[in-house]
């Protein structure tokens, strides 16, 4: 333990720094789907796909991120920062999918664009979180697609809407 405080000052920036390199595979995880148009005959599809990349890399690193929501929660300043940082590139990416403009924050799209992120992290945080599913055991469905596909269903219904406005 001491050699490590010879790289890092605390747990937390040492987290910060295993969180920035698994973070890095986040682009070629979920990221790069959406930075292409989702064309509107198929945009549920693409919608699916991508909520369903998301989750596999939540899956993948589900105890480092569960780690930082929990001290975000807990009101650790750097991990609050860190949990935002990681949002806002994806709820840009949402607002772009809605074909609206990204230079116009705070804007309603951004504010739709936020909530259907603060959604699909939610869906991913329960489907990943073992602890949780143990409590709510007889309501809980251990079928991922019980979440994701409603979830898809709502991305899509914002985007949509926001593409015909």
């Known amino acids: 333990m001491t050699s490590l405080y010879n790289y890092f000052t605390d747990l937390t920036e040492l987290l910060l720094a295993v969180l920035e390199s698994i973070l890095v595979k986040s682009e070629a995880a979920y990221i790069a789907e959406m930075q292409v148009r989702w064309p509107d005959d198929a945009l549920y599809d693409h919608c699916l ?3 369903s990349s998301f989750h596999a890399f939540w899956e993948r690193n589900s105890r480092l991120l569960h780690l930082r929501n929990n001290m975000a929660d807990q009101l650790d300043v ?3 920062r860190h949990r935002v940082a990681c949002a806002q590139p994806i709820i840009q990416l949402i607002v772009q999918q809605m074909g609206q403009d990204l230079t116009d ?3 309603p799209a ?3 664009a936020t909530v259907l992120y603060t959604g699909i992290e939610r869906v991913v945080t329960v489907a990943t979180d073992i ?3 143990n409590m ?3 309501s809980f469905s251990h079928s991922i697609d019980h979440y994701l596909k409603p979830e898809a ?3 899509e219904l914002g985007i949509r809407e926001y593409r015909a406005a």
Do not use: V
């Open 136 to 138: 709510i055991q007889g």
């Open 153 to 155: 269903r709502l991305l």
């Open 131 to 133: 602890e949780m599913q």
């Open 105 to 107: 924050h705070p804007s």
């Open 110 to 112: 951004y504010g739709m």
């Open 49 to 51: 796909e991508f909520l």
């Open 78 to 80: 750097r991990m609050m």
